[in-house]
DNA sequence: TACATTTGGTTAATCGATTAAACAAATATA
DNA sequence: TATATTTGTTTAATCGATTAACCAAATGTA
């Protein structure tokens, strides 16, 4: 009972004409008359014909699929980001292929395998939080395949890259803390071999020194910055002698970890310790209190990344200018660091 | 400088052999001879070799790609879901292609579409809150396609299924709200033309009934279930001449807003009025109040969903039964509805 | 009328990998 | 020695759609 596909020979045996005939009517090419096809037309619905992509796409030596991977789908931010990829590449008569690699290297290099495997036209990825080696983005780049990166990308890696100004972010939530009367910040980052991570440290660290706040060791902590991760270094945090007075959180899902601690030990926020977050995920606005955080702009970092794409397989001239696009991050301040509202 | 990719040919062409012991060789025929094998193995290392995907796909009429389909991809359920079939396809040989409607049937059916047109060798699917009609899964059977539903799936439609028992899960719910001395409970729900929303309702209707409890009809209303529609459902149960003691609501991302509009209104909770999820979203244990929810086990449906998979491709007899997996729900009891504690 | 152009197709090669069938050489068997 | 079997490989067809090259008939042009 397992139907046979119907394909393009299929259609010319019916109608009596070459499949030359009925590829060209499909693609409504000039030189076949409107009565043909009109009459593939009909017949290709009445047999339910579906063309068979992997035919095409061998001898066109073109997918028109797009890969994406992210290291987490259950992020707001990257699935809002996939969502704005989708919509401008849909309208470019492309399709993506999401996977994700839960901040696995190992996932992400087979991930990579996958989409190559696939023949997509292009990939456009965010890191995982372990990955360190390049060289299987590398691998992208040699075999020709446009490559973009989003949020989590690499200096040294030579493509195109989209995201915010993670170090001029730090300095926002630096500042806005020294507003509100906060002598002692501390600061859970992500690990420094992700360039974001290393730029939002970076411009932690300036802004302390800059406005001559204590840059003590022990109020910079590096982790993966999961929820759990956010509990542990707050825990840490509050054990010091001298704990600080208001913490900046590298991730929001870490943050939130920290907000349970803080609330767990009957600490007041913002008053005792202000706690500011990083990627405006949705549950911030919906926490006691609500939480501080960055904008990352998640809409215009997928259309840019997509609009990227477009770009490099659309123009084949040789001398693409290598674009680096980054936007201004926005500090919402909400409850958890508002001292003065 | 766009580097032409390698093939079989290549290889053939360098070792002086023929394309077909190539061939053979990769797949580690017992005919061709080991030094053969390593001389292939390791010119194909040298020239970064990798096999064309739609080459053998379209020759073997198999891509070992399998297609999954879910609402939204920001939901820890479904992410969760995903990532437990990846694990047991991998291991398989299968890759997986992630695709979501975003509760829109238009999208569904595009997304379909795509997979379809991808040649995946099976879709797993969960439906879209709008989607009413079936037509569109009709086409991937009519292919002869495998296709399993998860969560939201149909009774109608003549296809393997893996959920939970929602029904029960409504009577788990309400017993428990009147254990803790609830006489008037509410049901934000989703509608009904999804049959697990449906079911919810069902259940509900028929414990309240059980216990002789009121069954206004303002006290059951229905949803797409977003957040959003939480704050207003909750906003119209307060507005009633008698509110309820008590409010289920059929998806935790809901509950969360009705949460929010209890807050607003300083109302008490679980004493005045007690508020139950469903779903058990890792943020349920992070709000203030943590929320009472339902733990709907998506590591065992993702990993029933990918085996039932395997068994329609593996065995090709024609009698296969049907598969309808339904698993028990469990209720996790939390600040939000537990006054005795 | 004679030649050029347009119209509406057909033929055959091609994309890259796979595989059934064929085949030559080496080895085993009787 | 003659025949059968095994080993290692090649030849050629195939999956389905696309496309360059070709061709015959119809129409246009001088």
Redesign the interface.
Known sequence: ???K?TTLKDIANILNISTAAVSKAMQGNSRISDRTKQAVKRVAKEL?Y??????S??RKGK?N?VGVIVP?????F???V??SIEEVL?KNGY?I????S?ESYKKEC?NI??L????VDGIIASMANETVDLSYFE?IK???IPLILFDRGENDLNVDYIGINDYDSSHLIVEHLIAQGKKRIAHIGGYRHTRIFNNRIRGYIDAIKKYNLPSDKELLLESNLT?EDGREKMIQLLALKNPPDAVYVASDYAA?GA??VL?ENNISIPENIALVGFGNE??TA???PTLTTINQHSDEIGKLAAETFLDLVEKTD?KQSLNKKILKAELIIRDSSNILK
């Open positions: 009972m397992a139907k596909k339910n579906q063309p068979n992509h992997l035919a796409a061998l997918s699929l987490r789908t259950n992020s707001n990257f699935s809002s996939i969502q849909n399709q292929i999401i996977t994700h839960n087979s395998d996958t190559l495997f696939t023949q691998k040699s075999k020709g929820t939130l907000l349970q609330q949705p549950f919906m926490v006691t040789l």
